[in-house]
């Protein structure tokens, strides 16, 4: 770590800060404290102080069976804050106000940041009974929920599995076995979109597709609506022009 011609007296505080740094370039497999100690150059002891201190302010997180560490969701917030006045909001918010105004129903924005799918923004449609699942701000693992699972999509099949393993517990809890999203999965990659069924909320459904973008997607955009609006026929008309409105956008 080259500290040369720093401000003074900030020794401790530029250490973490580059100790985040390093855990965001791998933030996707993740790194132990002996290989953080080793790319920083800290001692070791130093090292995993400084870690130690990141995991119990949520800024990081330690993988309870591998021992890996991460990104926690302080750190996402704090990225979701920057991202508040972004020009991707900007740029999806009128196909947004189409898409819901056509379907009637409430559109999402979610963006990946790190292991977790973010909304971004929201658009509510006309019909009487919307739906809120997803508040702006909150992250989900990729998987649960449309937008989500459409991102998780692009993944590799190994990235995939190992996606899993990780979020086994929040998987369980919305009540989805591996088996079943990896269905899932394979379903939103033929088709070119995603679909869920009642996995945030019983009764609710969801079409989900990437925004196309030279270095790989990072952001979606669902739709929402109670099932009894949300039926297959429909799932699959919705999806198409979702899919051909976001091609467009990137285009």
Do not use: K
């Amino acid at each position: 770590m080259n500290t040369a011609g720093a401000t003074g007296g900030a020794q401790t505080l530029r250490r973490g800060l580059a100790l985040l740094r390093l855990l965001g370039q791998h933030h996707e497999e993740g790194l132990r404290a002996s290989e953080v100690a080793q790319a920083t150059g800290l001692e070791r002891a130093t090292a995993h102080r400084l870690l130690a201190t990141l995991v119990e302010e949520g800024f990081a997180e330690r993988d309870p069976q591998t021992r890996r560490l991460r990104l926690g969701l302080e750190s996402l917030r704090l990225g979701l804050t920057s991202l508040r006045r972004s020009p991707l909001i900007d740029a999806c918010r009128p196909v947004m106000q189409r898409i819901s105004r056509l379907s009637g129903d409430t559109t999402f924005l979610i963006v990946r940041q790190g292991d977790h799918a973010v909304c971004m923004h929201r658009e509510e449609g006309p019909y009487p009974v919307r739906v809120f699942t997803t508040e702006v701000g909150s992250a989900l693992p990729m998987g649960i929920g449309a937008g989500g699972l459409a991102l998780l999509s692009t993944l590799s099949d190994e990235d995939v599995q190992a996606y899993l393993v990780r979020h086994a517990v929040a998987f369980r809890r919305a009540g989805l076995m591996p088996a079943q999203v990896l269905r899932a999965v394979a379903r939103s990659r033929s088709q070119g979109f995603a679909e869920t069924r009642g996995e945030i909320t019983e009764g609710v459904c969801g079409v989900g597709a990437v925004i196309p973008s030279r270095n790989g997607p990072f952001a979606a955009v669902s739709i929402g609506a109670i099932e009894s609006r949300l039926g297959p026929a429909r799932r699959q008309e919705l999806g198409r022009q979702l899919r051909e409105a976001l091609a467009a956008l990137a285009s």
